[in-house]
């Protein structure tokens, strides 16, 4: 009979504080992005509502041109307008540069933001790698371990989006809030010893499917976020359209943000690419109980909710596809899709007991 491995608790403490400190550096970052809003804010930057005021709402817009200007005796090139057409078609707005932009000072926070989220993400991929070490075996055999790593998981998937030279700055800020919600979460609530698995638990399939539910999970959080600020970015643009007045401070951080258009197909791209990864996940895991159980399904409250979940992300895509669903309402089905993924998550693991129920929190 094979001995199970007894925890290395060196290792166990190693990744502790290496989550520890990636939270600390995480911190940094919030306070950077922060400092980017602030700065950014004191650059004037109204091409929303130069292009959706009431006298140039009915104005063809003339086409993008590159336009050379003289500051002393450097020459300064203005960017082409980056324009997208509304959902609906009744708008034709320009793309904000997608965080703090317009000044100096505001765009240096944000890159020092962005190379402390940088960090912290290393450090806690090193707290997970750990933490698989000192078990020997995959680092997601609780919901304290699943945190750690799908919180790694939105993080690297945001840094790839900008390594691809994505417009995506201005998701920053709200993914270290969040991220370091999760972790906190995590670390006090949640947190479980490094220990062995349960019997149930010892397949390949714990690496083949929770970590696709892993994946899916932090890019279903990417594509929610865009539907949030799609949401508020939606509301600013309507105002102006209505001859309305936002306040500074709203102007101030809606015109950081893309479009409401380019927010919109943002998250229709994003959960659209990761929903096969879904349907293969639940397929996955069918498998797993069969080997598990005996049978492949058996409206146990994780099954039924993964499947809640895939029914609610199917409509979502099938209503743009066919119904023609965008804008306001379709970002509405894509927030309650990833509400049902929060619900199984943390709904149906903490409060609802089933087969799944092993993994303890």
Same mark, same amino acid.
Request: charged letters at 15%; aromatic letters at 14%.
């Given at each position: 009979?094979?001995?199970?491995?007894?925890a290395?608790?060196?290792?166990?403490?190693?990744?502790?504080?290496?989550?520890?400190?990636?939270?600390a550096?995480?911190?940094?970052?919030?306070f950077a992005?922060?400092?980017?809003?602030?700065?950014g804010?004191?650059?004037k !930057?109204? %091409?929303? #509502? &130069?292009a959706?005021t009431?006298?140039?709402? *009915?104005?063809? =817009? /003339?086409?993008p041109? +590159?336009q050379?200007?003289?500051?002393g005796?450097?020459?300064?090139?203005?960017?082409?307008?980056? !324009?997208? %057409?509304? #959902? &609906?078609?009744?708008?034709d707005?320009?793309d *904000?540069?997608g =965080? /703090?932009g317009?000044? +100096?000072?505001?765009?240096?926070?944000?890159?020092?933001?962005?190379?402390?989220t940088?960090?912290?993400f290393?450090?806690?991929?090193?707290?997970?790698?750990a933490r698989?070490?000192?078990?020997e075996? /995959?680092p997601?055999?609780n919901?304290?371990e699943?945190?750690?790593?799908?919180?790694?998981?939105a993080?690297?998937?945001?840094?790839?989006?900008?390594?691809l030279k994505?417009?995506?700055r201005?998701l920053?800020l709200?993914?270290?809030?969040?991220?370091?919600?999760?972790?906190?979460?995590a670390?006090t609530v949640?947190?479980?010893?490094?220990d062995?698995?349960?019997?149930?638990?010892?397949?390949?399939?714990l690496?083949i499917?929770?970590?696709?539910?892993?994946?899916?999970?932090?890019?279903?959080?990417?594509?929610?976020?865009?539907?949030?600020?799609?949401?508020f970015?939606?509301?600013?643009?309507?105002k102006l359209?209505?001859?309305?007045k936002?306040?500074?401070?709203?102007?101030s951080?809606?015109e950081?943000?893309?479009s409401a258009a380019?927010?919109?197909?943002f998250s229709?791209r994003i959960?659209?690419?990761?929903f096969?990864?879904?349907?293969?996940?639940?397929i996955?895991g069918?498998i797993w109980?069969g080997?598990?159980?005996?049978?492949?399904?058996?409206?146990?409250?994780?099954?039924?909710?993964?499947f809640v979940?895939?029914?609610?992300?199917?409509?979502?895509?099938?209503?743009?596809?066919?119904?023609?669903w965008?804008g306001?309402?379709?970002?509405?089905l894509?927030?309650?899709?990833?509400?049902c993924?929060?619900?199984n998550?943390?709904?149906?693991?903490i409060?609802?007991?089933g087969?799944?129920?092993y993994?303890g929190?």
């Amino acid at each position: 009979m094979q001995l199970a491995v007894a925890a290395n608790e060196s290792l166990a403490q190693l990744s502790n504080n290496l989550i520890y400190a990636s939270m600390a550096v995480y911190t940094l970052a919030f306070f950077a992005h922060i400092a980017e809003w602030v700065f950014g804010s004191r650059s004037k !930057v109204a %091409r929303t #509502a &130069a292009a959706l005021t009431p006298a140039k709402a *009915g104005a063809k =817009a /003339a086409a993008p041109a +590159v336009q050379v200007r003289s500051k002393g005796s450097t020459a300064v090139l203005d960017k082409p307008q980056v !324009v997208t %057409r509304g #959902a &609906a078609g009744s708008r034709d707005v320009p793309d *904000g540069p997608g =965080a /703090a932009g317009g000044t +100096v000072q505001g765009d240096l926070y944000g890159r020092i933001a962005v190379s402390l989220t940088t960090l912290g993400f290393l450090l806690a991929v090193g707290g997970v790698v750990a933490r698989a070490m000192s078990v020997e075996r /995959a680092p997601w055999g609780n919901m304290y371990e699943f945190s750690i790593t799908f919180s790694t998981v939105a993080v690297g998937t945001y840094l790839l989006l900008l390594a691809l030279k994505k417009n995506v700055r201005w998701l920053g800020l709200f993914l270290v809030t969040t991220v370091l919600l999760d972790l906190g979460i995590a670390t006090t609530v949640l947190y479980t010893e490094s220990d062995q698995l349960v019997p149930a638990l010892k397949s390949y399939w714990l690496v083949i499917h929770v970590s696709t539910a892993i994946i899916c999970g932090a890019v279903f959080y990417i594509g929610a976020a865009g539907a949030v600020m799609y949401l508020f970015r939606d509301s600013y643009e309507a105002k102006l359209v209505r001859g309305g007045k936002p306040g500074k401070f709203a102007t101030s951080v809606m015109e950081r943000f893309p479009s409401a258009a380019s927010l919109d197909k943002f998250s229709y791209r994003i959960n659209a690419a990761v929903f096969p990864l879904w349907t293969f996940t639940i397929i996955a895991g069918a498998i797993w109980a069969g080997d598990a159980w005996g049978r492949y399904w058996g409206w146990d409250p994780k099954e039924v909710w993964s499947f809640v979940t895939w029914v609610a992300y199917a409509a979502y895509l099938h209503a743009r596809a066919t119904a023609g669903w965008k804008g306001r309402k379709a970002a509405y089905l894509a927030l309650f899709a990833f509400a049902c993924w929060i619900w199984n998550y943390y709904g149906v693991n903490i409060l609802l007991s089933g087969k799944h129920s092993y993994a303890g929190v």
